[in-house]
């Protein structure tokens, strides 16, 4: 009986562990769909996991959006087809999210590549207003947990951004003449 006891509080703590590492990554359509109109296709989303260890704020530029059906029964996950375009300069370790971050542009040929990745709401930020970014998850209203609610990127990278996007808007232009 005691052996039962011990094995149920293990699975406890191991699921609620490991439930805050995937918090809002697998929801209902309907949370997914809303979700996803909260992206713009050839927007900036901020990707980090405040909750984490050793975890760099990374700069996406966002060329698709769709929601997709996952392993599990009733549940789907926002995925994008991005690319990483700056990166902070240092993983936040021990220290918490502090202002200014200071970033590098993500170079070299893996990293800079176009990646399709499912998202988790809670790591994941939208922007709000000029230069300030709010989880996604606090943005639609879906219970989370993170430790920093908004970030907020220099004007000076975020002007480097949206730069890209111009870039790749023209290349798409480009390719459907």
């Not at 907020?152 to 003449?177: C, D, F, N, T």
Request: with cysteine; charged share 25%.
């Amino acid at each position: 009986m005691s052996k039962t006891i011990m094995l149920a509080i293990v699975l406890v703590v191991v699921t609620t562990v490991s439930g805050l590492a995937d918090q809002l990554a697998w929801n209902s359509r309907g949370t997914c769909e809303e979700a996803a109109k909260s992206i713009e296709q050839g927007s900036i989303l901020l990707s980090y996991c405040s909750l984490c260890s050793n975890e760099h704020v990374e700069v996406w530029l966002v060329k698709e959006i769709s929601v997709a059906p996952t392993a599990a029964q009733g549940l789907f996950e926002v995925s994008i087809l991005g690319r990483r375009l700056y990166r902070s300069k240092e993983a936040l370790r021990e220290k918490p999210y502090s202002e200014p971050v200071e970033y590098e542009a993500v170079t070299g040929e893996g990293p800079t590549r176009w990646f399709i990745t499912g998202i988790d709401l809670a790591y994941v930020y939208v922007p709000t207003s000029e230069g300030t970014f709010q989880c996604l998850g606090k943005v639609i209203d879906c219970e989370c947990s993170v430790d920093v609610d908004t970030l907020s990127l220099p004007h000076q990278l975020l002007e480097q951004a949206r730069r890209e996007i111009g870039r790749e808007s023209r290349k798409v232009m480009l390719a459907w003449q």
